[in-house]
């Protein structure tokens, strides 16, 4: 058996191994979207909190972490980055649709990268069955990203958590094909 024969066969037999959890992954996923499509704005207000607690609570572990940094420089330097998190994650925390537009450019930029993934991962899967479903979540993430980047600044909360949940529910959907696929190939 060639080398390239051998990759393939390993390749096949850990994606076999994983269909169960790439099946319950893309089920998640999809509930997940459809939620976020029934309620956008309540799924862009969650969004925006995340972030704001994602940044307050990095900030104020910086905050922490800085007092054991020795050198004046790398000291202020750290204190200046841990309070500006701090800052940044309260004004979203305690204003989360106010930081609509910052929040919109990364998920623009995470549709970007989750498309290219995407369709690369579908091509790898290619000839098997399921990766069209793969192929057709990364160009929709792509579609999403161009959508994104053309209506900036002006893109509302309600598109932007309706974007979030066609993400959600497409990538799910391609994960349970390539799940389902994965099982019942031998």
């Not at 930081?99 to 290619?126: H, K, P, S």
């Amino acid at each position: 058996m060639s080398e390239q024969a051998l990759d393939f066969t390993l390749f096949h037999t850990k994606l076999h191994a994983a269909s169960r959890s790439l099946l319950g992954f893309g089920l998640a996923m999809a509930a997940l979207g459809a939620a976020a499509i029934a309620f956008p704005m309540f799924s862009t207000f969650i969004a925006a909190g995340l972030v704001g607690w994602v940044f307050l609570i990095s900030g104020i572990l910086m905050f922490l972490n800085a007092f054991s940094i020795h050198g004046t420089g790398p000291f202020f330097g750290a204190l200046l980055i841990s309070l500006l998190s701090v800052v940044a994650g309260a004004f979203l925390v305690f204003n989360p649709l106010a930081g609509e537009v910052g929040l919109t450019i990364v998920m623009g930029a995470v549709f970007l990268v989750q498309g290219a993934y995407e369709i690369a991962f579908a091509m790898e899967m290619r000839p098997r069955n399921g990766w069209f479903w793969m192929l057709i979540s990364g160009l929709a993430s792509l579609v999403l990203a161009l959508v994104i980047a053309a209506g900036l600044p002006a893109i509302s909360t309600i598109v932007l958590g309706i974007l979030l949940g066609i993400n959600l529910l497409t990538t799910g959907i391609g994960y349970t094909f390539i799940g389902l696929a994965l099982r019942q190939a031998k």
